[in-house]
């Protein structure tokens, strides 16, 4: 099982990024997908999920800024951000619900 993120970058606040990942060696349609980030000095959060049928779930502190979805004919998830503050800054992390992880993708939102 493999998964990538990309689109990862450094973005002032306000702007957007849009991040992908992409999965091979699993039966994509089948799993929950996440998002998870990580800031320096502090623990691994959930941002977001997305069920086998569709059904999404943020945190709190991305609701209305951020939107999941997946494409299970490319088997993508994707995440779009919106209104980016400096508090997204971290490693953004994509996971599927067997357990299996991506190396991680930076996102730098500058103030």
């Known amino acids: 099982v493999q998964l990538v993120e990309s689109g990862g970058g450094l973005v002032q606040a306000g702007g957007s990024l849009e991040l992908s990942c992409t999965a091979s060696?699993?039966?994509?349609?089948?799993?929950?997908m996440h998002w998870y980030r990580q800031a320096p000095g502090n623990q691994r959060e959930l941002v977001s999920s997305i069920t086998s049928s569709g059904t999404t779930t943020y945190a709190g502190s991305v609701k209305g800024r951020f939107t999941i979805s997946r494409d299970n004919n490319r088997h993508t998830v994707n995440l779009q951000m919106n209104n980016l503050k400096p508090e997204d800054t971290g490693v953004y992390y994509c996971?599927?619900?067997?357990?299996?992880w991506g190396q991680g993708t930076q996102v730098t939102v500058s103030s």
């Open positions: 996971s599927s619900e067997s357990g299996f």
């Open positions: 060696g699993l039966v994509f349609r089948l799993y929950t």
